[in-house]
């Protein structure tokens, strides 16, 4: 006879998708187009972003982005995404997968070579140690890059109100940011696609939506 284990239909694989992008891009209003494009392919998605995730992660992220007088190192700053990022990928990510859920999340590690390396100019040799160290080997399976010129996005930034630590930096800072998630994309165009976010918004979905359609449609992914 076989055992109700031998019986059971397999787990489908979950799979881990990021949304990246700098300020003023668009990353929540495309990150409902992900949702609803896997809800119609019948695809249930768990939302998420970095930093927080978990409950101890958020006050981290509170702690991120607080504007304060103290100024804060570049590696305090590092470590403390890290400390988050940990306490994320071990308590909700991983935990979400193995049991064949997907995970969306609002930026990943992309985020921290863009701000805290080409941003803040920390080398970028230490933030892959230490994401080796804290994540070893784990990547997300599909990336978007919401793309948009720097003066483009702060103008939209402007115009939602108060800033966090990281609206507040200068131009330079954006554009290093953005010239280095460009870099990433074409250093790796299986996982990260480009999308124009300085289009109008409804061709930015409707690229979004291609986009995941067509990561959706690759061999094993839906398996």
């Not at 495309?30 to 768990?46: M, N, P, T, Y």
């Not at 982005?65 to 990022?85: G, H, I, S």
């Not at 909700?92 to 701000?115: H, M, N, Q």
Request: with cysteine.
């Amino acid at each position: 006879m076989m055992s109700a284990s031998e019986g059971a239909a397999p787990v489908r694989r979950g799979r881990f998708i990021t949304v990246e992008g700098g300020e003023g891009a668009g990353k929540s209003t495309q990150i409902d187009v992900v949702k609803r494009v896997l809800a119609e392919q019948g695809v249930v998605v768990l939302n998420t972003r970095e930093p927080g995730g978990t409950p101890l992660a958020e006050e981290i992220r509170s702690l991120l982005l607080a504007p304060r007088t103290e100024p804060v190192t570049d590696l305090a700053e590092l470590l403390l995404v890290f400390a988050a990022r940990v306490q994320h990928v071990e308590g909700f990510i991983k935990p979400a997968l193995e049991r064949g859920e997907w995970v969306l999340s609002d930026r990943f590690v992309d985020a921290t070579f863009a701000y805290q390396g080409a941003g803040r100019g920390v080398n970028s040799e230490l933030i892959d140690r230490l994401r080796q160290f804290v994540i070893p080997d784990f990547r997300p399976h599909f990336t978007l890059l919401l793309d948009i010129p720097v003066s483009r996005g702060m103008e939209r930034v402007g115009a939602r109100g108060a800033h966090d630590r990281f609206e507040r930096e200068e131009r330079g800072f954006h554009e290093r940011v953005r010239d280095c998630y460009l870099e990433i994309a074409s250093s790796e165009p299986d996982r990260m696609h480009l999308i124009d976010a300085s289009l109008p918004l409804a061709d930015v979905s409707l690229a979004v939506r291609q986009a995941v359609l067509g990561f959706l449609a690759r061999p094993g992914v839906l398996q």
